[in-house]
């Protein structure tokens, strides 16, 4: 995605419990929770001391509360999704997400 694309898909400023799952240096499975700065559709930005590479591939897992989408029975829907670290800085680490995700109610 192009820098001129990232920045016109509206961004919320939304505080979201995230599990990030990756493979580290020696092909061992590593994970973290953290959360989230801001969300867009194709993206969002992580709060971490300790950003990974860029390029790295990761997964993830969102907690969205959905107390103000009626249509939900769940009050919590976990937004699975992967994608690829493309910067960081001191304070964290911007994902670029991939295009298929899952929605699921928990």
Known sequence: MIESDRRKMERFDLK???KLHWTGKDKKQESIELITSNVCAGGAYLITKN???NGTHV???LTLQSDKLYELRSRLLIIDVSGSVIRT???GMAICFDRN??????
């Open 51 to 53: 950003p990974l590479p």
């Open 59 to 61: 997964k993830m897992n």
């Open 16 to 18: 979201l419990p995230t």
């Open 89 to 91: 800085d001191h304070s």
């Open 101 to 106: 995700y899952n929605i699921i109610p928990h």
